[in-house]
């Protein structure tokens, strides 16, 4: 579950909260009472395993070569 950032209309505290994707936020402020609205922030991702540029680039050049042998080989470099 993400954890979303609401800043107060009111009073401009901040809060955060732990969501499940598309459930309907908080409604008022724990502080005053004001009306929240949701602030856009960053979200930390990690890419694991094959597909993903950050482990593919580690492989070399894919062209006409056996993909389950490059899969392998590039899931042993990212575990390292």
Same mark, same amino acid.
């Given at each position: 579950?993400?954890?979303?950032?609401?800043?107060?209309?009111?009073?401009?505290?901040?809060?955060?909260?732990?969501?499940? +994707?598309?459930?309907?936020?908080?409604?008022?402020?724990?502080?005053? !009472?004001?009306?929240l609205?949701?602030?856009?922030?960053?979200?930390?991702?990690?890419?694991? !395993?094959?597909?993903?540029?950050?482990?593919?680039? +580690?492989?070399?050049?894919?062209? !006409?070569k056996?993909?389950?042998? +490059?899969?392998?080989?590039?899931?042993?470099?990212?575990?390292?």
């Amino acid at each position: 579950m993400p954890i979303y950032e609401y800043a107060c209309r009111a009073c401009a505290a901040v809060e955060e909260h732990l969501l499940p +994707l598309g459930a309907d936020g908080p409604e008022a402020c724990a502080a005053c !009472g004001g009306p929240l609205r949701r602030k856009f922030s960053r979200v930390a991702v990690r890419y694991e !395993g094959w597909g993903f540029t950050s482990t593919d680039k +580690l492989v070399g050049d894919t062209r !006409g070569k056996d993909y389950k042998a +490059l899969r392998e080989r590039a899931e042993r470099i990212s575990d390292e």
